[in-house]
């Protein structure tokens, strides 16, 4: 990993609490860092999630994982739905509303880097808009 400057750092942490600050005013709940870590997985990897594949790709506890789910499912963000070959294996999937939840995310991160990219003129900002809306 290359180093960055101080600067840099400074900069990059700056829009993440700008980011984390913009999701926790947007309508809708705010996420824990566990739970946002949960929903980007089970939206952007293409595999079948189980509680067991999430614990181990995460590098979490089962019951952490299962209290994370079962409040990402509460509020729509997920889905658990057996599996029709074996019963006994559940699987997570992703939601319409979890997506919308990303959108509003992606969106932001994409709004801002493109302030970024005005505002410094850095090449490796580029972050096109239409990205955010792959969620959706």
């Not at 409040?71 to 599996?83: F, K, T």
């Amino acid at each position: 990993m290359a180093s960055i400057t101080e600067n840099e750092s400074r900069q990059a942490l700056d829009l993440w609490r700008n980011i984390t600050s913009q999701t926790i005013h947007s309508d809708g709940p705010d996420l824990t860092a566990r739970q946002t870590a949960l929903l980007l997985t089970i939206h952007l990897d293409e595999e079948k999630h189980t509680v067991r594949g999430l614990s181990k790709r995460l590098g979490l506890q089962k019951p952490a994982i299962v209290r994370a789910l079962d409040s990402l499912q509460a509020l729509n963000l997920i889905r658990r739905v057996r599996d029709p070959n074996d019963g006994r294996n559940i699987f997570i999937e992703p939601t319409n509303n979890g997506a919308q939840k990303l959108g509003q995310i992606a969106s932001s991160i994409a709004q801002k880097l493109t302030s970024l990219h005005v505002l410094y003129g850095a090449n490796d900002l580029d972050f096109p808009l239409e990205a955010a809306n792959s969620f959706n």
